[in-house]
C-alpha cells in the first residue's frame, strides 16, 4: 500500500479523490492548503504526491520543486482544469486535465508507482 499526499484546494474533488484512492488500497493524507502539504511532505513517508496546479499561495509545480528538494526521486502527478498554465515540466511530472474521472486518477497513481513511472 503507497502512502499518497493529495493535494487540491477544493475540498469536493479532495473528498472525492481520497475516496477513490483509499478504495484502491492507498493510504491517503489529504491538504488543501499547499503550505500545509509541505509541511506533511517534508516529515516524510510520502510515496508519491498528486497535486492541483493552481492554488493560493503556492502552484502544484512549486510544492514538487520544495518536497524534490528534500526527496529528489519523489513521483509526482499534476491534476488541473488549468494545464496550459502548467508549461514545460519535469518529463516525469503527469499532468492530468479537470475534470477527471476518479478512476483515470487511480490508473495514473498506479503507473506512477511502478517503476520508471509517472508518465
Request: negative net charge.
Given at each position: 500500500?503507497?502512502?499518497?499526499?493529495?493535494v487540491d484546494?477544493?475540498?469536493a474533488?479532495?473528498?472525492?479523490?481520497?475516496?477513490?484512492?483509499?478504495?484502491?488500497?492507498?493510504?491517503?493524507t489529504?491538504?488543501?492548503?499547499?503550505?500545509?502539504?509541505?509541511?506533511?511532505?517534508?516529515?516524510g513517508?510520502?510515496?508519491?504526491?498528486v497535486?492541483?496546479?493552481?492554488?493560493?499561495?503556492?502552484?502544484?509545480?512549486?510544492?514538487?520543486?520544495?518536497?524534490?528538494?528534500?526527496?529528489?526521486?519523489?513521483?509526482?502527478?499534476?491534476v488541473?482544469?488549468?494545464g496550459a498554465?502548467?508549461?514545460?515540466t519535469?518529463?516525469d511530472?503527469?499532468?492530468?486535465?479537470?475534470?477527471?474521472?476518479?478512476?483515470?486518477?487511480?490508473?495514473?497513481?498506479?503507473?506512477?508507482?511502478r517503476?520508471?513511472?509517472?508518465?
Amino acid at each position: 500500500m503507497a502512502h499518497i499526499l493529495l493535494v487540491d484546494d477544493e475540498e469536493a474533488i479532495t473528498y472525492v479523490f481520497k475516496r477513490y484512492l483509499e478504495r484502491a488500497g492507498h493510504q491517503v493524507t489529504a491538504a488543501v492548503d499547499p503550505v500545509e502539504a509541505l509541511t506533511i511532505g517534508l516529515a516524510g513517508g510520502i510515496d508519491l504526491l498528486v497535486t492541483d496546479f493552481r492554488m493560493p499561495g503556492m502552484t502544484g509545480a512549486s510544492l514538487i520543486g520544495r518536497l524534490r528538494e528534500h526527496t529528489p526521486q519523489l513521483p509526482a502527478l499534476i491534476v488541473t482544469a488549468y494545464g496550459a498554465e502548467v508549461g514545460v515540466t519535469a518529463a516525469d511530472i503527469r499532468v492530468l486535465n479537470k475534470p477527471l474521472p476518479p478512476q483515470d486518477l487511480v490508473d495514473a497513481v498506479a503507473s506512477a508507482l511502478r517503476p520508471g513511472g509517472a508518465s
